[in-house]
């Protein structure tokens, strides 16, 4: 049986919540293959797919993000698909029309509205392509600092 998440801005990629204990994510997807520490020294990581779902974790083992890659499982967003086992498009155009006005910084794109970024899809980076979930506030900061895009191929010639 294949995973499938739905994202619900500033809740989870459902069933997996913010704020959820690591053992409760452990009971919904199964024991991960593998485990590491996030770079920083701020909580851990458990892999799944082959890497493809990533849940993030706090030093508290509470979830704080939640990563996919393509492949591996289904992606929705508020019920609406994103991603098939078979056809894992670029999520962009999609969440521009929930929230026209990302910003980027160091090659990813955020989308502050619905607590969602991207990278490699807008820049051709085919090794970096992944989507992200986070709870309201993780990326204040960074939109401060941030940039707007150039998002020009997600334009139709006639806009």
């Known amino acids: 049986m ?3 998440f739905d994202i619900e801005p500033f809740v989870g990629a459902l069933p997996v919540r913010f704020g959820m204990h690591r053992s409760e994510v452990h009971r919904l997807l199964g024991t991960p293959e593998g485990s590491y520490p996030i770079w920083d020294g701020s909580g851990t990581t458990d892999h799944w797919s082959e890497g493809r779902i990533i849940v993030g974790y706090d030093l508290d083992q509470a979830v704080k993000h939640v990563g996919f890659g393509p492949g591996g499982c289904e992606v929705s967003l508020r019920g609406a698909p994103l991603w098939s086992l078979d056809d ?3 999520p962009n155009p999609t969440l521009l029309r929930l929230d026209p006005v990302p910003v980027e910084s160091v ?3 955020v989308y502050p509205a619905i607590g969602v970024s991207t990278s490699g899809y807008h820049d051709g980076d085919d090794a970096q392509l992944s989507l992200t979930t986070s709870p309201a506030g993780v990326w204040d900061d960074v939109v401060r600092r ?3 895009p150039d998002l020009g191929r997600y334009q139709s010639p006639e806009a």
């Open 2 to 4: 294949a995973l499938a």
């Open 88 to 90: 894992q498009p670029d």
């Open 107 to 109: 090659g990813i794109l």
């Open 146 to 148: 941030a940039y707007r």
